[in-house]
């Protein structure tokens, strides 16, 4: 497991930009998704904004895509002065809140990248959620040392 210690800096710091819609499932809205470039064989990141906007609460049970063998959800912990990943079962989602996952925060990892991520590009994500069903919606490729989603 890498440590994310610096980027757990640089996006506390981060101002958030005003979020995009790119696609609504059931009561819930998702947009900003947005990935990093990475090499074939490794493992990248995935993050997005999910808005709930009914009044039940719901869940992102999992994700998939064709460009990772797996994809897994992440959250960010303190151990003894360093950051650690580490994977959770489901991230809640409470009605009329939005969750960000954000570097620094929660987070999918593709694990198993088919492909490079090749900046510019769209990796199809399909996001599976308890209530809403499951929907597919495009992370934008951005450099990689990039902090946030691109305007
Ligand atoms: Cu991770």
Same mark, same amino acid.
Request: charge should be positive; avoid cysteine; aromatic fraction near 2%.
């Given at each position: 497991?890498?440590f994310?210690?610096?980027l757990?800096?640089?996006?506390?710091?981060?101002?958030? =930009?005003? #979020?995009?819609? /790119?696609?609504?499932?059931?009561?819930?809205?998702?947009?900003?998704?947005?990935?990093?470039?990475? @090499?074939?064989?490794?493992t @990248?990141?995935?993050?997005?904004?999910?808005?709930?906007?009914?009044?039940?609460a /719901?869940?992102?049970?999992?994700?998939?895509? =064709?460009?990772?063998?797996?994809?897994?959800?992440?959250? #960010?912990l303190?151990?003894?002065?360093? #950051?650690?990943?580490?994977?959770?079962?489901?991230?809640? %989602?409470?009605? @009329?809140?939005?969750?960000? &996952?954000? *570097?620094?925060?929660?987070?999918?990892?593709?694990?198993?990248?088919?492909?490079?991520?090749?900046?510019g590009? /769209?990796?199809?994500?399909? &996001?599976?959620f308890?209530?809403?069903?499951?929907?597919?919606?495009p %992370?934008?490729?951005?450099?990689?040392?990039?902090?946030? *989603?691109?305007?």
């Amino acid at each position: 497991m890498r440590f994310h210690r610096r980027l757990l800096l640089v996006g506390l710091l981060a101002a958030v =930009p005003a #979020m995009a819609q /790119d696609a609504t499932q059931g009561e819930l809205s998702i947009g900003q998704g947005w990935t990093r470039a990475a @090499g074939a064989n490794g493992t @990248g990141v995935g993050y997005l904004s999910i808005r709930n906007t009914g009044a039940v609460a /719901d869940r992102l049970l999992s994700a998939s895509t =064709p460009a990772a063998r797996t994809v897994e959800l992440h959250t #960010m912990l303190r151990e003894a002065e360093v #950051m650690r990943m580490r994977p959770v079962g489901g991230i809640p %989602l409470p009605p @009329g809140e939005t969750v960000t &996952l954000a *570097p620094g925060g929660l987070h999918l990892m593709l694990i198993g990248l088919a492909a490079p991520l090749v900046v510019g590009a /769209d990796v199809p994500l399909t &996001l599976r959620f308890e209530r809403a069903g499951t929907v597919t919606v495009p %992370l934008r490729i951005q450099a990689a040392g990039a902090r946030r *989603p691109a305007h």
